[in-house]
């Protein structure tokens, strides 16, 4: 097996979406990218087809990462194994019956989810251990017996265990596992204890459940994988992209495939972190923006800003994610006036089929697209080599509704594609806000990191709306996850509750529980080819105060003793202020969960782009007549491939990629860095 952590070599990272599958090669410092067909049906075989075409000898790959979709469209799409659960007496139910919230507040016919395992297949275990590990009835070990023979003639794929309080003594759970095994139980176990050793009964056993459903579906993918890759020749160990925004051994996402539900935007994330830091901003809110969402996060000091409360289609998934908020506003999202009359923009998109009008491939609906066509900031056939023909007199037909609701005429088009762009940028500056303001951050201190095929439309409005001071493009922004998973570190996140009042905490206690937790890193990491030289260990400690229902994860930066413990207690107070406007430090406080992530570090590639001279006037492909906010303006039409290293030029101005195309406003000035990114500095008043 390969050493990954040189970063000499061919570098492959490939990131399967829904209609592409990005593959981006590093090779003596030159990044190659390719794309091809995904393969819904069989996701492996579009990263295979991708992987024969790369121009590079596969015997020399020497690191392979992966972003998968596999068990997020299996969540989506309620295609996941045949699954069982084992539970507490009289906690059967549990799963189904949530949490107080209702999908709606106002809809008294809401429906909650299915759960995702049904009644029928929950089956109960005597057993009870008290809040703090005690144990008040001993396993009834006859009465799993007697389950598992259940379990035998159920024809289920795949066990959930998850008893009450196993967090604080999983001993129970673990016996119940060795039971199953010992009467022939024929299906994959998953124990709470080891998949969310945390409090919270309905989180912790739904995402013990659904990490059970999906471990079948995981590892038929990535065995059929691995070994299709190792057919090719490819020696290199696979590595998948966890949602927490780190590499995990394709062991490990078999084990705990839940923690890869957001394995694609993560590695985005990751990849914009690595291109802005390269530029000396570590303080960035990013956004990915294709074609039917728009996913944004915010990374503070270099480093991705991570949440345990995340939900997956219906269902929250309490494991380390990076935070990621999304709406739905893509290039595909369509426009229509609503009951009310009111312009709306998505969440409905066209798809990649017939997807916009202006595609030509049968959409009658105006979709964001069209509406950048209509204004003249994209030209399809730039990007859409097989369009069939761009017709404005369709997209004109398409806009008529908008514009009579708009503008009371159904031939202002252009007014009413510059009504849609604007529902459309409000949507995504709300979740902008989200990220940034409603969590304690004033976006004028960070720079905006934009891709996906859309997001460097859209950006630079957005910017100055929030008076972000700089927008960056990077040159693969339309495959910066793929980029992403080429500079990630291989990383594992260790938790377990121990709810005690802060004056009861025992130090002793918490050291015990980082030193096992660095043990079991240590062990993983080296397992994934990590030395000892390049392993990092973050510990943190999610706090509230007493009566409160929800907590904040705060870093424990020194040797646990009682300065360091009084010094946590006032990064929890200043946490509170920063969250939510208000802190109590007069308040008593509890700890809620220990925490550790384990880093193994890996050496990225060198991204420096290959100088190129000249004169920006020479990249200007041509002018056209684009429409922004203050009206239309002849605007010059850069060819990205061809600006020299350090260009810049002022705005307005349209720069179209290979993947992507960038709008200038007036008033705004581009300049290209040494890797090759676009840097737009904005002017803050508000386009």
Not at 270 to 297: E, Q
Request: net charge negative.
């Amino acid at each position: 097996m390969t050493d990954d952590h040189a970063p000499a070599g061919t570098r492959v990272g490939v990131d399967v979406g829904g209609t592409f599958t990005d593959l981006v090669t590093v090779r003596d410092g030159h990044v190659h990218v390719d794309k091809t067909p995904s393969t819904p049906d069989s996701p492996d075989e579009g990263v295979v087809t991708g992987l024969r075409g790369l121009d590079a000898p596969l015997a020399e790959v020497d690191f392979l990462g992966h972003g998968t979709t596999v068990a997020t469209n299996a969540v989506l799409e309620g295609e996941w194994a045949d699954t069982a659960l084992l539970t507490t007496e009289g906690f059967r139910d549990a799963v189904e019956i949530g949490r107080q919230t209702r999908p709606d507040i106002y809809d008294f016919e809401a429906t909650k989810p299915d759960p995702v395992v049904p009644r029928d297949r929950r089956f109960e275990v005597p057993e009870r251990v008290d809040e703090r590990g005690e144990v008040l009835r001993e396993l009834d070990e006859a009465a799993v017996r007697d389950r598992a023979d259940d379990l035998r003639t159920s024809g289920i794929d795949s066990v959930a265990v998850s008893l009450l309080f196993s967090f604080e003594h999983p001993a129970h759970e673990r016996r119940v596992r060795e039971i199953l095994r010992e009467e022939g139980v024929d299906a994959s176990v998953s124990l709470s204890s080891d998949v969310l050793p945390e409090i919270r009964e309905y989180e912790r056993t739904l995402t013990t459940a659904m990490n059970a459903a999906l471990k079948p579906v995981m590892d038929a993918y990535l065995g059929s994988l691995a070994d299709a890759v190792g057919d090719l020749g490819v020696d290199a160990p696979l590595r998948v992209m966890g949602s927490n925004g780190g590499l995990m051994a394709a062991e490990a996402s078999r084990e705990r495939p839940v923690n890869t539900l957001l394995s694609g935007p993560a590695a985005g994330v990751r990849g914009a972190t690595h291109v802005a830091g390269r530029r000396g901003v570590d303080d960035l809110i990013t956004m990915d923006m294709g074609g039917t969402s728009c996913d944004v996060s915010l990374v503070r000091d270099g480093d991705p800003l991570v949440t345990t409360d995340t939900e997956v289609g219906d269902y929250p998934v309490s494991v380390p994610t990076v935070d990621i908020h999304t709406v739905g506003a893509g290039g595909g999202s369509v426009g229509y006036v609503d009951t009310g009359g009111a312009l709306r923009v998505g969440p409905r998109s066209a798809g990649a089929d017939p997807g916009p009008v202006c595609y030509g491939r049968g959409g009658t609906e105006p979709t964001v697209t069209d509406a950048h066509l209509v204004l003249g900031r994209i030209d399809p056939s730039a990007f859409l080599p097989d369009a069939l023909g761009r017709d404005d007199d369709r997209v004109r037909d398409a806009f008529a509704p908008l514009a009579e609701a708009v503008a009371g005429d159904p031939d202002a088009t252009e007014a009413a594609a510059r009504g849609l762009l604007d529902v459309a940028n409000a949507n995504m500056r709300r979740a902008l806000r989200v990220v940034s303001v409603e969590r304690g951050y004033d976006p004028r201190e960070f720079a905006l990191v934009a891709f996906g095929g859309a997001g460097p439309l859209h950006a630079t409005a957005l910017a100055d709306g929030l008076d972000v001071p700089e927008v960056i493009v990077p040159r693969a922004a339309g495959v910066l996850s793929a980029l992403g998973l080429l500079i990630s570190d291989v990383v594992y996140d260790y938790s377990t509750s121990m709810v005690r009042r802060w004056d009861d905490v025992d130090p002793a206690a918490l050291r015990d529980a980082y030193e096992s937790f660095e043990a079991e890193g240590r062990a993983e990491l080296r397992d994934a080819g990590r030395e000892a030289d390049e392993l990092a260990f973050e510990r943190t400690l999610d706090l509230r105060y007493a009566g409160q229902s929800f907590d904040l994860s705060v870093p424990v930066e020194g040797d646990l003793d009682p300065d360091e413990l009084a010094a946590v207690e006032e990064r929890f107070h200043a946490a509170h202020e920063r969250r939510y406007g208000h802190a109590s430090p007069g308040e008593p406080v509890e700890l809620v969960t220990v925490r550790l992530r384990a880093r193994g570090l890996v050496e990225p590639p060198d991204l420096t782009a290959e100088e190129r001279d000249g004169d920006p006037d020479d990249a200007i492909a041509g002018d056209r007549r684009v429409g922004f906010a203050d009206g239309d303006r002849d605007t010059p039409v850069y060819d990205r491939t061809r600006l020299p290293t350090d260009a810049a030029f002022d705005g307005p101005a349209v720069v179209e990629g290979s993947e992507s195309t960038v709008v200038v406003h007036p008033g705004q000035r581009a300049r290209v860095d040494g890797d090759a990114n676009l840097v737009v500095e904005t002017r803050g008043d508000g386009e």
